[in-house]
């Protein structure tokens, strides 16, 4: 018999919080762009003078702290020479940075 319990699962209320998507979203960025990062074998500083911003601002979106904004997105792309691709869903997954077509 397969197991199942309720932590395992979103409430329709869940998925659909505006709140909670947030949150999602932000981490998934995070994700993606630490990924590309370790990716390129850059550190924290190197993607930062790269992107003309702080080591704190490149950390802060690491983990999470930062919605993504196109614009953002957009900027993020250039520093890592990728293109930024997005899927319908909110959650780890759903952005990624993949290097550009040569």
């Known amino acids: ?3 199942y319990h309720t932590r395992w699962t979103r409430s329709e209320f869940e998925a659909e919080d505006p709140e909670r998507i ?3 979203e932000a981490l998934a960025f995070g994700k993606a762009l630490y990924d590309r990062r370790m990716a390129l074998g ?3 500083t190197a993607l930062a003078e790269r ?4 080591e704190d601002e490149i950390e802060c979106i690491e983990e999470g702290g930062t919605t993504p904004t196109i614009p953002l997105l957009r900027h993020l792309a250039a520093a890592l020479d990728s293109d930024v691709h ?5 959650d780890l997954g759903s952005m990624w940075f993949e290097a550009r077509a040569a």
């Not at 992107?51 to 702080?54: L, P, V």
């Not at 997005?86 to 909110?90: F, P, S, V």
């Open 42 to 44: 850059l550190s924290v």
């Open 1 to 3: 018999m397969a197991g």
């Open 22 to 24: 947030a949150i999602r």
């Open 86 to 90: 997005l899927t319908a869903g909110h």
């Open 51 to 54: 992107a003309g911003m702080t």
